[in-house]
């Protein structure tokens, strides 16, 4: 293949091996799910459960993103997969022994996330470091595609799976799609990323190393904060995050209790804003969004809220219109998510993708916790349709803000 369309055949092979190793990690993360509801009964144990998921990609994202710009970016990847297989398989010898003890899966998860914490920024930075950047646009809504399907593709089959062969067909089934990952990007011979920083302290002592690991970090802030437009809307998008992930968590309230429908229903308005999710991330690939991608980001934060707020102003027979607003939901996602991602991707030069990329994830990681917590002390209050008015209208109010901001605005010169 001739050098123009190589970077192509690098992306489908690594895009391919991320496609099954996403379908095999959701299928295990519904079967852990699943696993902790039987077990306990308990909505505690399910949100220490969604803690530990998400809370390594907080504490060490922004430590990770320094690490992941130092190595070779196939190391990373690969190192991630097999270190997420690993653990895996250590659940597996345990489950196999007998019961699985709640515990065992708690530790599995915030384990498991440590892998993920280094390689998501390494998966993000690859774009840019392969493919020439007229087309980051385009590949952020593909890179969209492919998590997204995944995503909701395992979670069809953990449907079928778990009753079948229970948790231990599920935890093998995420081994063979870590493995698939990693000879997908050995496939690809990818020989990009990574500094001669960290051979250069070698001979140094550990808090020498910490030091110059926490400088680096730094030094990542700095560069983000260098591009004024960037930084004010990673900041944009915390608020966007802290108002929406209660949006999420108060889905199911709506359909049962303001809807008055079953848990069928509940799990129909999570599929449609799953495939409005696969919608936008087709358009976003299609289109490439308007020619100033901040104007197409504060668009999809104004389309996300003027379905939330619709969204919480219908009566207890709209469920058929709530179905088509968690559509609009779906597919302002990507449009919102992958333009900021590709804007990162370009500006941000590439010995610094890791560590902007970290801390981003990082941040966003806060946020949410923040949201829900919040959300647990005023949503019982003033019930989940008042909640959907009030943060449909935050969302209007955050697109009008951050398209007021010069530096956002005027993004792209």
Known sequence: ?????????????VWGGELV??????????????????????????????????????????FAGTIVDRL?????????????????????????????????????????????AFHTPAFQALTPLVAPAEHLTRLAGVTQAVQSGGYILGTAVAAVIYPLWGLTAMIALDVVGALFATVAVLAARLDVGGTDAAAGEKNLGLAAQARALAAETADGYRVLRGYRGLFALLWCGFAFTLVFSPISALFPLMTLDHFGGTTGDAA????????????????????????????????ATALYGVATLAAGLLG????????????????SSPLYSGPQTALMQEKVPPEYLGRVFGLYGAIMSWAMPLGLAFSSLFADAVGAPAWFVGAGAAMVLLAYVTWAIPAIRHIEK
Do not use: Y
């Open 1 to 13: 293949m001739n050098e123009k369309n190589c970077w192509k055949l690098k992306l489908a092979c």
């Open 21 to 62: 190793s996403v379908l095999t990690s959701s299928i295990l993360q519904m079967g852990f799910v699943w696993h902790i509801t039987l077990t306990t009964n308990s909505a505690s144990m399910l949100s220490l459960a969604s803690l530990a998921g998400f809370l390594p990609l907080a504490l060490f994202g922004t």
């Open 72 to 116: 070779p970016l196939r190391v990373t990847l690969i190192g991630a997969d097999l270190f997420i297989a690993a653990v895996s398989a250590v659940v597996a010898m345990v489950s196999l022994a007998g019961a699985l003890p709640v515990w065992v899966v708690m530790v599995a998860l915030f384990v498991r996330a440590v892998g993920s």
């Open 268 to 299: 129909t308005a999570e599929i449609v804003f799953s495939v409005g999710m696969i919608a936008g991330s087709a358009l976003l690939a299609a289109w490439g969004g308007f020619r100033n991608r901040a104007l197409t980001v504060v668009a």
């Open 316 to 331: 207890a027979g709209g469920f058929v219109a709530f179905l088509a607003m968690s559509f609009l939901m779906g597919l």
